[in-house]
């Protein structure tokens, strides 16, 4: 796929070239993102971080990626803040918006609204969610993620059992995608009816030749399972409160559930942030791979900036020592040869 001057709204986009591409290069960003190297490509870029919702991870790691290769940011956070609230139409706030940085990064509580203002804007625009619909970078850093701690085993055939809020959450539905772009994974969707699911996306998994299963048994899927993508309840997009009070706490993952039933070399996944639902007496087990999974944000991040802005080939170049990390010898040894 071609990433210079592109929007990137869905993983739709995505083809299997496309994300070795994005991989390699978010691998070689490990120095900077480590301090051990420093980078000045995007100095004189601007991005404009737009978050109508609620974010901290993604915005947060969006600036930071962009400040780590020299360029500044430029933020606005909720509604109330901005000139929607004072009846602004999204196509002219990103009329505007586009004179005033060369990358747009958005998160929205209206699905579609990404693809949206990807119309309107002259600059590349980056979803970084819109409502309950996709949340691209959370899947292309949640599959890198799991190539990593498979630790060359790959993605081909793998098992996933993902758990939770099927219904309501925009992280599963797209990673399902990007994994449907890999041969013979099985996926096992855990989770109460009233949150399973939904039917168009099971049958698309199907009809491409996956087997998909729908599940409540939760101690036979952890069995099964070679990853396990554990999601929150998404409170802000349920309406009914019965719904809320039969759910709540219907599926718990603790250090006891998988001692007693995953398999040892399994990868925990979950995308943040959580509740209740995940205890932290999980976190010092060495295969709990959520927290290097936010810590992968960066770098998948990092890449897909310097993709879209036509800056990859140059990025080499770029690099200096940190001050503090030993000098060149240490950056050259620490740096990858570019593919």
Request: proline share 5%; aromatic share 6%; net charge neutral.
């Amino acid at each position: 796929m071609e990433f210079e001057n592109r929007s990137i709204v869905s993983v739709n986009q995505f083809d299997l070239a496309g994300l070795d591409t994005l991989f390699d290069l978010a691998r070689r960003m490990k120095p900077v993102a480590a301090r051990k190297a420093r980078s000045k490509i995007l100095d004189g870029y601007i991005l404009g971080n737009l978050f109508f919702e609620p974010s901290t991870r993604t915005r947060m790691s969006f600036a930071s990626a962009f400040m780590r290769l020299g360029g500044q940011v430029n933020s606005t956070t909720g509604t109330v803040n901005s000139s929607l609230a004072k009846g602004e139409t999204l196509a002219d706030t990103i009329t505007m918006i586009q004179s005033y940085c060369d990358v747009i990064v958005m998160r929205h509580h209206q699905l579609g609204a990404a693809r949206d203002a990807a119309a309107y804007s002259s600059v590349p625009v980056i979803n970084a969610g819109d409502g309950s619909g996709e949340h691209p970078t959370q899947a292309l850093q949640d599959l890198f993620t799991i190539i990593e701690e498979r630790q060359g085993r790959g993605v081909n055939g793998v098992t996933i059992a993902l758990v939770g809020d099927l219904k309501f959450g925009r992280c599963v539905p797209s990673l399902v995608i990007l994994l449907c772009l890999h041969a013979g994974v099985r996926f096992l969707f855990v989770a109460p009816p009233e949150l399973q699911i939904p039917d168009p996306i099971l049958r698309s998994v199907r009809d491409q030749g996956f087997e998909a299963i729908r599940t409540s048994d939760l101690d036979s899927a952890l069995k099964e399972a070679d990853v396990v993508y554990w999601t929150r309840i998404q409170d802000e997009r349920i309406d009914d409160r019965n719904v809320l009070a039969a759910v709540r706490g219907k599926y718990v993952l603790t250090r006891a559930k998988v001692e007693s039933c995953c398999r040892k070399d399994v990868v925990i996944l979950h995308p943040l942030p959580r509740i209740d639902e995940l205890h932290t007496d999980v976190d010092s087990l060495p295969n709990a791979a959520y927290f290097r999974q936010a810590a992968n944000s960066i770098l998948i991040r990092m890449a897909l900036l310097l993709l879209v802005l036509g800056k990859e080939a140059d990025f080499d170049k770029s690099l200096s020592p940190a001050p503090d990390q030993g000098g060149a010898a240490e950056l050259s040894a620490a740096t990858p040869p570019a593919p």
